[in-house]
């Protein structure tokens, strides 16, 4: 039997690690909200005053959150559905692969969650993936089918409900400021001891995915996963530039009608009826649109060159996105510099925009000298084994 190699440099798809290093910068910024405020538990559009963080969050809603995290996941498909085709080409078992792979990320998910930061999504990506293996043997264009459909049916109808219900108790879907959980949000991570930081994680953490907003969840990530997994098997980042057509397509029919939903709550009402629309539909179009016009861009000749740093952080992008949470905490917890609640929201997207650069520049010097980041290769050694090359 063959022996199972991880993927060599001169065989990575550049596009693909441009696409999860652009996607960290967004991630990045909408988590440095959850870092410095208790963002679970406060309305946010009231939360920043009329000051300069209220056009700072108009920005950061309507461009980035809920718009980030699905290329994240839709890249998380592509990546098992590549190591599907591979292995199969090779011959090799890939289910006692994948169940192991996704068994690692379980592992550093649930470290991430209770250790370091509540706002973990690598369980979720572990748990969902293992449904995503059970598709994998569907061809390209029926995965990405049956992808869109699962993606758009569930969100129009469940839209659908909470507009009605805004209609007919207006209250069932207002925000509101959960004063208690608020401060001892403060007090815990402002000043608290860890085994204090630990509760309040927990709960927070609880809070975030208790069963409903679990299942919500994995509604919302595997029909995605199956669209990166989709593209995957049809090869479409591979052949962008073939694909001209097809992308700039895509592109001119999402972009609008996701700007259209992503702004919703403005132009309607700041409630969680257009949130849910414009987080569950509008952001995962924006980040289809967003992914269009990477690939696009990429098909430039000077493009890779260009975009190469941005490539080289995406090449690390889970040790980036945990070493975000710690730089994070660090910075914001009582166990740190302990600034928990004492940072504007623009202040934040400065630090979140400057570590990231920073970022930027100690994952070229670490690829200078390894071939992988420091958590990408534990995961490597523990699913691949001693062989790992």
């Known amino acids: 039997m063959r022996e199972i190699q991880s993927v060599k440099q001169q065989n990575r798809i550049q596009s693909l690690d441009v696409m999860r290093g652009f996607s960290l910068i967004g991630i990045f910024i909408v988590n440095m909200m959850a870092f410095h405020s208790p963002i679970y538990y406060y309305d946010p559009y009231s939360w920043w005053g009329n000051s300069i963080d209220q056009p700072v969050y108009w920005w950061i809603d309507v461009f980035v959150q809920a718009s980030f995290y699905p290329i994240f996941t839709i890249l998380f498909g592509y990546g098992l559905a590549l190591q599907y085709r591979r292995l199969k080409e090779k011959e090799i078992a890939f289910y006692p692969f994948a169940l192991k792979r996704l068994g690692v990320l379980l592992v550093i998910g649930a470290f991430h969650a209770f250790i370091i930061w509540s706002g973990d999504i690598l369980i979720s990506y572990a748990v969902v993936g293992l449904l995503l293996m059970l598709l994998l043997q569907l061809e390209g264009r029926l995965l990405l089918l049956v992808g869109f459909l699962l993606f758009l049916v569930p969100q129009v109808l469940m839209s659908a409900i909470f507009i009605l219900a805004s209609f007919a108790d207006p209250t069932s879907v207002t925000y509101f400021n959960a004063v208690q959980e608020i401060q001892s949000s403060i007090e815990a991570y402002g000043s608290g001891t860890y085994s204090e930081i630990f509760s309040q994680r927990l709960n927070d953490w609880l809070y975030a995915n208790n ?27 591979e052949k962008a530039a073939e694909k001209k057509k097809i992308l700039v397509i895509t592109v001119v029919l999402t972009l609008p009608i996701a700007l259209v939903l992503k702004t919703s709550p403005y132009w309607m009402e700041e409630n969680l009826a257009y949130s849910f629309i414009q987080d569950f539909v509008g952001g995962p179009l924006l980040a289809i649109s967003y992914i269009g016009i990477i690939s696009l861009v990429m098909t430039m000749p000077k493009a890779a060159k260009w975009l190469r740093p941005l490539g080289q952080t995406g090449r690390m992008s889970l040790t980036n996105y945990l070493m975000q949470s710690v730089a994070g905490t660090l910075i914001f917890y009582s166990y740190g510099l302990g600034l928990y609640g004492e940072v504007s929201l623009l202040n934040g997207l400065y630090i979140a925009l400057g570590l990231f650069v920073i970022q930027v520049i100690l994952s070229e010097i670490w690829l200078s000298r390894f071939n992988q980041g420091p958590v990408e290769y534990v995961w490597r050694r523990l699913t691949y084994g001693k062989n790992v090359k």
Do not use: D, N, T
């Open 211 to 237: 069963p409903a907003s679990f299942v919500s969840l994995a509604i919302a990530l595997l029909p995605l996963m199956m669209i990166g997994a989709g593209i995957s098997k049809l090869k479409l980042l």
